[in-house]
């Protein structure tokens, strides 16, 4: 097996390199790198180092054509509730609505289909709310994204989805928007997938306005784009 590799200008490894654990955006047999690190050995001995690098790239998560998005609702013993005017309906006009350009009336679909001149848009669902048994913190994301699944997997076929926004009240967080470059391989009762989790807390205070950009930000890096 090979893999044609690609760099943006100035971000070569220079030099002799006899190993390299390269992350990035893989499609059939060529990959966009976006970092890289350098090693005296590789990581799987008795592994060729083509082999080696390929099996340490992340599951291949395409980037092409139209992407289809499950957003799922939660909600948790301390935070029963959404913050008002944050239900399902404003969820699925934020994400996939036609929008317009009147505050409070964008959406993420609008805006891949402005950025990308109209070659693209996004489509999807929103699932829930549902009620969770147990609290999660903000840094407990890994086990937020299996808890929501095992809520939510009698009622979504999950292989049929690229991206998975995991959106939940919470009283305070870290951040806005968290999401993966790239595709985990997660289990759901409909078998393993690869799917690029985002996850989005809705804090007391947040303004309509401010998050379907927090949300085109985050699907971004879902795309592999880094900051």
Avoid at 41 to 55: E, F, L
């Amino acid at each position: 097996a090979s893999l044609e590799v690609f760099f943006g200008p100035g971000d070569a490894p220079g030099g002799s390199v006899p190993f390299a654990t390269i992350h990035g955006i893989r499609a059939g047999d060529v990959l966009a790198a976006v970092r890289y690190s350098l090693e005296a050995s590789p990581r799987n001995s008795g592994i060729p180092p083509v082999a080696a690098v390929a099996a340490l790239l992340h599951p291949e998560c395409p980037v092409t054509g139209v992407p289809n998005v499950a957003v799922v609702l939660v909600t948790t013993p301390s935070n029963p509730s959404f913050p008002v005017n944050f239900d399902r309906s404003y969820f699925e006009q934020a994400f996939f609505g036609p929008g317009a350009d009147t505050p409070g009336n964008s959406s993420l679909n609008r805006l891949i289909q402005e950025m990308s001149d109209g070659k693209t848009s996004v489509i999807g669902h929103v699932f829930g709310p549902y009620a969770l048994p147990q609290d999660y913190t903000c840094s407990q994301t890994q086990a937020l994204l299996t808890a929501a699944i095992a809520a939510a997997d009698g009622d979504i076929d999950f292989t049929l989805f690229r991206s998975m926004a995991v959106i939940f009240p919470i009283s305070t967080c870290t951040f806005g928007g968290s999401a993966y470059e790239h595709c985990l391989a997660t289990p759901t009762a409909d078998g393993t997938i690869q799917v690029a989790p985002m996850f989005f807390p809705i804090q007391p205070f947040q303004s309509q306005n401010r998050t379907v950009g927090v949300f085109t930000h985050e699907f971004g890096h879902n795309l592999g784009l880094l900051h």
